[in-house]
């Protein structure tokens, strides 16, 4: 059985933005509470991500000595 592939046309860093990008959206609508604070840890998370891609991904990353 073959697996049908496509191609991913979105960066996985490019997701993470978004996503916390929507989340701090979704937050800011929302009163105080647990649910805001949740949203708002995903986006913190979420940033968190897309930086170390970014880091992993840079041309001035060297491999430990």
Not at 36 to 63: F, V
């Given at each position: 059985?073959?697996?049908?592939?496509s191609?991913?046309?979105?960066?996985?860093?490019?997701?993470?933005?978004?996503?916390?990008?929507?989340?701090?959206?979704?937050?800011?609508?929302?009163?105080?509470?647990?649910?805001?604070?949740?949203?708002?840890?995903?986006?913190?998370?979420?940033?968190?991500?897309?930086?170390?891609?970014?880091?992993?991904?840079?041309?001035?990353?060297?491999?430990?000595?």
């Amino acid at each position: 059985m073959k697996r049908s592939r496509s191609k991913q046309e979105t960066s996985l860093e490019e997701l993470l933005v978004r996503e916390a990008q929507n989340s701090r959206e979704r937050a800011d609508k929302l009163p105080p509470g647990t649910e805001r604070d949740a949203l708002l840890e995903k986006a913190r998370q979420a940033d968190t991500a897309a930086h170390m891609i970014e880091w992993i991904n840079s041309p001035g990353l060297q491999p430990p000595e």
